[in-house]
């Protein structure tokens, strides 16, 4: 099992509609969880930083938290194109010396 | 604001020649530098946790004496790619955390080598 598992997509989402983006992680005792979009070529850029169970909200994104299940998942509403990316989620994971991990990325298309 | 200066952005070097890549954290005092790389359509992978004033430590697969790291201050880490190869052809990012290991990761813009 991937330490950091996200589906690699694509997901394609109308413009205006709900995205929906999960991400599952093997170590139980991590801490801290955090969502980064990437453009084409550029370097990651921090969304959303979680470390609670239940959700948290930050303008168009939740992002939810489920530590029995090992899940962590990130909600764009009103999609818009400029959300076209691909997703990151983060784990920093005790197992691994405090390392942060990244899943493989979800890759987000928003169709207009 | 930007919180990692990263340069330069974009080097493309011949086969057998080394890159420096520099990474400076902006406002704040980085004990801990990490460097990642990323080839293309794939996820970010740690290559080396940069510690100031000792030696780094590499991740499993990483050739130490092929990728140097530097971390002489608290604002300034280097990576230097030595004899690169056209397989070495990758994004490299730094980044670091600004407060403790539970805080988030802030990147550099990333380097983009090409070796020809």
């Known amino acids: 099992q991937k330490e950091v598992e996200q589906n690699s997509g694509p997901l394609s989402v109308p413009e205006g509609a709900i995205a929906s983006l999960n991400c599952t992680y093997s170590?139980?005792?991590?801490?801290?969880f955090f969502w980064y979009r990437q453009y084409s070529g550029k370097s990651p850029e921090l969304i959303m930083s979680?470390?609670?169970?239940g959700d948290k909200e930050d303008g168009r994104f939740t992002a939810q938290l489920n530590k029995a299940s090992q899940y962590v998942s990130l909600l764009i509403r009103d999609s818009q194109p400029s959300d076209s990316a691909t997703y990151l989620c983060?784990?920093?994971?005790?197992?691994?010396?405090?390392?942060?991990?990244f899943g493989s990325g979800t890759r987000l298309s928003i169709r207009p | 604001g930007a919180v990692v200066s990263q340069h330069p952005s974009r080097v493309i070097c011949k086969s057998g020649t080394s890159v420096k890549i520099e990474c400076r954290s902006l406002?704040?005092?980085?004990?801990?530098m990490f460097w990642y790389r990323q080839f293309p359509k794939q996820s970010l992978m740690l290559m080396a946790t940069?510690?100031?004033?000792?030696?780094?430590?590499?991740e499993q697969g990483v050739e130490k004496d092929k990728f140097l790291i530097n971390h002489a201050s608290l604002t300034l880490s280097t990576l230097t790619v030595t004899s690169a190869h056209p397989e070495d052809s990758s994004f490299y990012i730094c980044?670091?955390?600004?407060?403790?290991?539970?805080?988030?990761?802030?990147f550099g813009n990333g380097t983009r080598l090409t070796v020809t």
């Open positions: 406002d704040f005092q980085a004990t801990t």
């Open positions: 983060a784990v920093n994971m005790l197992s691994s010396a405090s390392k942060i991990i």
């Open positions: 170590d139980r005792g991590s801490q801290s």
């Open positions: 979680i470390y609670s169970n």
């Open positions: 980044s670091t955390t600004i407060r403790d290991n539970r805080s988030p990761l802030h």
């Open positions: 940069s510690n100031e004033g000792s030696k780094a430590t590499y």
